[in-house]
């Protein structure tokens, strides 16, 4: 089997990296993260909106066998066996893609480019695998193992994985529920109130009473701005005028 990958682009810029202001969004599983992210996108600001790379975890070419395997099915079928494999792959690829350089269009007067991306790779350590491991899915061997490539990985890519800011989407784990039925990605159908419930607390924990312990320093001083995302804020355009006013003075 062999697998090649590039991320060279000629139209983006080789930029210092503290010249790009990173923002990832967070919140539990179908709180609107990427309907959020697209307002924000149509929100007039010259802001590059970057998506969670889910579509590469659900289908995975080991370009060994004819058919791709969904990777995000396997974890929710067999958390036991699938997690660790899950959580190394989802945060792999979301390093890829939060070393992207922005496009040089995005640059402003001051040569200054905003990204958003849809989560981070610190979500996918202090939210999921950490909730994996402490439901008993990830083993304590592979979670020492998980934490020492996280921690190696970070601390390589520095400035380049670091964020200005979070935007935290926060709606009861009832809501997000009823959204993730009325959504219906096949994946998810076996998800109860109970684990979103979990992965609440873990959200919790970190961005409102900050007691998750992260072992990155420039983490602990992220601003942070939390957006009640309980409303039906797809539908309600006053709703979505006070989020986006809200985040144009966070960041201004
Ligand atoms: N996921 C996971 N572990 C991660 C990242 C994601 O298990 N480290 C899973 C949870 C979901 C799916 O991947 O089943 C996508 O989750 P997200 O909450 O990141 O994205 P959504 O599409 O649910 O966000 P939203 O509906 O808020 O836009």
Redesign the pocket.
Known sequence: CTSSSSNSHSTHVAMDANRVKRVSIE???????????RLLQSAGEDWEVVP?P?GK?QSIDSGCSQTASNL?DM??QDPQRWSYT??TN??MSRMRTQLQPPPERLLNAEGVAVQVF??SVY??RY???LNMFQLGCINSTEWAIYQDWHSFLVEQFGHQVELEGIIY?RAPPQKCME??GR?G?M??KQ?QLDYLEKLHGQHEEWLIEKSTRLHFEHLTRVPILVLDAGMEFEKYLEVQATMITQVKEFFS
Do not use: H, P
């Open positions: 919140g539990n599983i179908a709180v609107g993260k990427s309907t959020f992210a969670e889910i975890w995000l974890m929710y899950f959580q989802s945060c849809e989560r979500s996918d939210i999921f695998a989407l959204r993730l959504r990605r994946e998810e998800v």
